[in-house]
């Protein structure tokens, strides 16, 4: 292993694809690294493909006036985010499609960290899932999650039990997002040890993100941000009540950044949305979140096909299961949030959290 001062931490975590959440967890882990004198390099696991393949998608992303297969689209949606994701993460590895790609990086680096995301729910096809359990990093290198998500309360990879088991049993420390997935790492992967730790968006503060936000002025209008993913019309519903209530809020929608057209706003774009709200609907994990950052009123929407564990374990550490609605059911009363209880819970979450990461890779890295 390459032999330095400062320790160099790969960073492995679903591709990016638009993706607003993904992308700012990544850029808040990268960034809460480098405050602690580290050097994060992001690992860009890509889908693997066919080498015959891979040519004939370099033409089609750059040819224009087609969209075959989508590829193009899914290029220009991602190239629109590129220019922000490497000024505030420079650090960054070419497309990697294969495990022995990412065995050679991992080779020069004192450890990797997967997370924090969804890495362990295998949604994705052609992602080599067991490489988000670190099968590719060698010995002598550490092993470690961080925030890791299965997404869903039950392991949804039943015929990889036996070799994710055998993976986890070789991590260093092992941090999951969600206390369901404590249940599954300890009945399920055999793995008793794992910690709940918070997103890693969390470990930053408000200020943080306002640094990376444009440069301008706020919205002159008191605004009610709806960052909803799937349609729903109980979100329009508590929209609609909210505004009738107060005459002078305007509505701002944002379309989920993954599947909207290349033209959807910057990150950095995103990010003012939520600190210059006065109100968020969302049904977005990370737009959760980002409300919470910014101390804003919220009321996230509860998606059982993408997953409610995320929502309740946040939500229930900080005491805001209010604020989560489920089944479609309006709350009677649209209430403000008190954030004073709010903070305190969160500031002890928030130094576990680091404190478990710092620990993790500080020390020897033999096994």
């Known amino acids: 292993m390459k032999q330095q001062d400062s320790k160099r931490i790969g960073i492995l975590t679903l591709p990016f694809n638009g993706n607003y959440g993904g992308m700012i967890q990544?850029?808040?882990?990268?960034?809460?690294?480098?405050?602690?004198?580290?050097?994060?390099?992001?690992?860009?696991?890509?889908?693997?493909?066919?080498?015959?393949?891979?040519?004939?998608?370099?033409?089609?992303?750059?040819i224009p006036g087609q969209n075959l297969f989508g590829v193009r689209e899914r290029y220009m949606r991602q190239m629109a985010h590129e220019l922000f994701l490497r000024q505030?993460?420079?650090?960054?590895?070419?497309?990697?499609?294969?495990?022995?790609?990412?065995?050679?990086?991992a080779s020069q680096l004192d450890a990797v960290v997967v997370g924090s995301d969804q890495v362990w729910r295998g949604y994705l096809k052609n992602l080599d899932f067991l490489n988000y359990f670190l099968d590719?990093?060698?010995?002598?290198?550490?092993?470690?999650?961080?925030?890791?998500?299965?997404?869903?309360?039950?392991?949804?990879?039943?015929?990889?039990?036996?070799?994710?088991?055998?993976?986890?049993?070789?991590?260093?420390?092992m941090s999951v997002r969600e206390h369901s997935a404590i249940t599954i790492c300890r009945e399920t992967l055999e793995r008793a040890d794992a910690h709940c730790t918070?997103?890693?968006?969390?470990?930053?503060?408000?200020a943080a993100y306002e640094r990376m936000m444009p440069v301008g002025d706020r919205s002159e209008h008191r605004t009610v941000l709806m960052y909803v993913l799937d349609k729903n019309g109980v979100m329009s519903e508590i929209e609609m009540r909210l505004r009738t209530d107060d005459g002078d809020l305007h509505t701002q929608v944002i379309e989920n950044g993954e599947t909207g057209k290349a033209s959807a706003i910057s990150l950095p774009e995103w990010l003012r949305a939520f600190r210059d709200a006065e109100h968020?609907?969302?049904?977005?994990?990370?737009?959760?979140?980002f409300s919470i950052i910014f101390r804003k009123n919220f009321y996230a929407l509860g998606n059982r096909e993408r997953?409610?564990?995320?929502?309740?374990?946040?939500?229930?550490?900080?005491?805001?299961?209010d604020r989560?609605?489920?089944?479609?059911?309006?709350?009677?009363?649209?209430?403000?949030?008190d954030y004073a209880p709010v903070e305190k819970r969160l500031a002890v979450l928030q130094q576990d959290s680091k404190d478990f990461l710092l620990r993790a890779l500080q020390g020897s890295n033999e096994i």
Not at 198 to 206: E, H, N, Q, S, V
């Open 136 to 173: 590719f990093v060698p010995d002598g290198v550490k092993r470690i999650s961080y925030a890791a998500s299965f997404g869903l309360s039950d392991w949804a990879m039943p015929h990889l039990t036996a070799d994710a088991s055998k993976l986890l049993g070789r991590f260093d420390a």
């Open 26 to 62: 990544s850029v808040a882990l990268y960034r809460f690294l480098e405050q602690q004198g580290m050097e994060p390099i992001i690992l860009r696991k890509k889908l693997w493909r066919p080498k015959w393949q891979r040519p004939i998608l370099a033409f089609l992303r750059k």
């Open 198 to 206: 918070l997103d890693p968006t969390l470990l930053l503060d408000a």
């Open 307 to 321: 997953g409610l564990d995320r929502f309740t374990s946040l939500l229930g550490q900080l005491g805001l299961e």
């Open 280 to 289: 968020v609907l969302t049904d977005s994990f990370h737009g959760m979140v």
């Open 88 to 105: 505030v993460m420079p650090s960054m590895t070419l497309p990697i499609y294969d495990t022995s790609g990412m065995s050679r990086i």
């Open 324 to 337: 989560l609605v489920l089944d479609d059911a309006v709350p009677d009363n649209l209430s403000h949030i």
